[in-house]
């Protein structure tokens, strides 16, 4: 069974920081590709970054120069690192796997909240 535990979301003041952590179990992480979405209220979810098993990074537009991806195999994780927040960056944050098959696997999401 596969399984994606996000972590690391919370409040945060404008221009501040945070780390996310999504913790990944039931297959073999290291030749997987992870990718974290977000949802703000009232939006769709969206792709906000992405990384292959060679760490190969897609970066969103939306919040290149801020955010980062990284990924550490032998502890099944992939971070995000999020730098410079503004209140457009307040959404809950998912990450995603998806199989061969197209099958997505989704975390339950954690919040990020930046006040301005």
């Known amino acids: 069974q596969v399984q994606l535990v996000e972590s690391g979301g919370g409040l945060v003041q404008a221009g501040g920081s945070l780390n996310l952590s999504c913790v990944t179990s039931g297959y073999k992480f290291s030749a997987k590709t992870i990718t974290w979405y977000r949802q703000a209220p009232g939006n769709q979810r969206e792709l906000v970054a992405a990384?292959?098993?060679?760490?190969?990074?897609t970066i969103a537009d939306t919040v290149k120069g801020r955010f980062t991806i990284s990924r550490d195999n032998a502890k099944d994780t992939v971070d995000l690192h999020m730098t410079s927040l503004t209140s457009e960056y307040t959404a809950v944050y998912y990450c995603?796997?998806?199989?061969?098959?197209?099958?997505?696997?989704w975390g339950k999401g954690t919040l990020v909240t930046v006040s301005s």
């Open positions: 990384i292959s098993t060679i760490t190969t990074t």
């Open positions: 995603n796997y998806r199989t061969g098959y197209g099958e997505d696997y």
